[in-house]
Nanobody, 125 residues
Framework: QLQLVESGGGLVQPGGSLRLSCAASGFAFDDYAIGWIRQAPGKEREGVSCISSRGYHQYYADSVKGRFTISRDNAKNTVYLQMNTLEPEDTALYYC??????????????????WGQGTQVTVSS
């Protein structure tokens, strides 16, 4: 059974950090680009960061460049999103997605094959 399970969300103060994890199973993980997509209430979905199947290429939205870092461990079928210097504007439901596509297609065009249920990130004092 195909699964993408996110974890690591929570409530954090502005300036704080969180590390999200996405554990995948049920498909050929290292054939897929993996990305983090977020959606805040009343806003469009946004491709936050995506990483290619072998990890050689990454994409970051302008809003998170320099603050977020994506990585993957294909031996563990897991992708991570390290989020530093969090801002209230980062508050959203974050979900991970998989696609046999480029990181630009995933994160810009939101061309996704599979996605998880999401983990909530709330940045507030």
């Amino acid at each position: 059974q195909l699964q993408l399970v996110e974890s690591g969300g929570g409530l954090v103060q502005p300036g704080g950090s969180l590390r999200l994890s996405c554990a995948a199973s049920g498909f050929a993980f290292d054939d897929y680009a993996i990305g983090w997509i977020r959606q805040a209430p009343g806003k469009e979905r946004e491709g936050v960061s995506c990483i290619s199947s072998r990890g050689y290429h990454q994409y970051y939205a302008d809003s998170v460049k320099g603050r977020f870092t994506i990585s993957r461990d294909n031996a563990k079928n897991t992708v991570y999103l390290q989020m530093n210097t969090l801002e209230p504007e980062d508050t959203a439901l974050y979900y991970c997605a998989a696609a046999r596509n480029t990181v630009q297609a995933m994160c810009v065009s939101l061309t996704l094959d599979y996605w998880g249920q999401g983990t909530q990130v709330t940045v507030s004092s």
